[in-house]
């Protein structure tokens, strides 16, 4: 039997949903102080929307010709590319932050983002199809290699806006930042998938009648690229946008954040070298 029984059935009558909810709405109001958090927060659902909208990939491969299994390694290699990028934006963030610690956040965040628009423009426009190139084509290697690289340079503002959090908000509330911004992330952006079945359908006119099982179809494939292409790259335009509002944020919050932190500092340090000193009075009056 549990020992402290009833100490723990009081903490549960104590500690409701609503009551936890009630006191801990102050911490998240506190929040919206941080004008980068509030960034952040307006380019969560756009920044989401199109990595809601690349698990379309795998239909647009397989309608593009591509078999099966050429379809499961090009999109192994973006994930591969995708779990790299943490690492090169690590690598990044550590040389900005000793080199251009207000603006070098902000810049590879732009990058980032930027990136995306030429891949997709390669992807859906440039770059051949089994289908036109015949039997004899073989474009798998170009393709693994494409989204390899479009992983690695998109995927790094997942790592950038953890940094930045770290950078502008107190400690005692960090794990706030994190819930409101998976919150509206994850809340808002899940609509960018309706979002591209409602632009293919009704703008340009897909016809899942003409696809049939296991067989490609390059033109609904053009078309449900071209869902993902505007999708995409509106999500991107308002995150690129929010971005450059942060060169005119993030060093403010930043700057002010560190003042805070070295006062706390001082505070703590004075306060421990006079309780060193009572100690050493006891001591010595004994």
């Known amino acids: 039997e549990e020992p402290n029984a009833p100490f723990l059935e009081e903490r549960r009558r104590q500690h409701t949903c609503c009551s936890v909810i009630v006191k801990n709405m ?36 397989e309608l ?37 610690p207000d603006h070098g956040p902000p810049t ?33 290697l170009v393709y693994l290699i494409t989204f390899v690289v479009f992983g690695l340079g998109a995927a790094m503002c997942g790592t950038l ?26 809340t808002l952006g899940n609509f960018a998938g309706l979002a591209v079945g409602l632009v293919t359908d009704h703008v340009f006119k897909y016809n899942a009648d003409a696809v049939e099982d296991g067989a490609c179809a390059p033109e609904e494939a053009r078309k449900l690229g071209l869902g993902m292409f505007w999708v995409c790259n509106v999500g991107w335009a308002i995150c690129f946008t929010v971005y450059l509002f942060m060169h005119l944020t993030y060093p403010k919050d930043r700057r002010r954040q560190m003042a805070l932190r070295r006062e706390d500092s001082t505070v703590r340090k004075a306060k421990a070298r006079e309780d060193n000193a009572e100690v050493g009075e006891v001591s010595g009056s004994q």
Not at 30 to 42: E, H
Not at 80 to 93: M, P, Q, T, V, Y
């Open 161 to 186: 806006n953890k940094k930045v959090f770290g950078d502008i908000v107190p400690p005692e509330i960090l794990t706030y930042v994190y819930a409101v911004d998976q919150l509206i992330e994850n």
């Open 26 to 61: 102050p911490k998240v109001f506190k929040l919206f102080r941080y004008p980068t958090f509030v960034l952040i927060l307006a380019q969560g659902a756009p920044g989401t929307a199109p990595w809601t909208v690349f698990p379309f990939f795998t239909q647009w491969l």
């Open 64 to 100: 593009s010709c591509f078999t099966h299994g050429e379809t499961a390694v090009i999109l192994a290699a973006f994930g591969w590319g995708c779990a790299c990028s943490n690492l090169l934006s690590g690598g990044l963030l550590n040389f900005v932050a000793r080199r251009f």
């Open 108 to 140: 590879i965040a732009n990058i980032s983002v930027a990136s995306g628009v030429p891949f997709l423009v390669l992807l859906f426009f440039v770059l051949p199809k089994p289908e036109a190139l015949g039997d004899g084509g073989r474009m798998e």
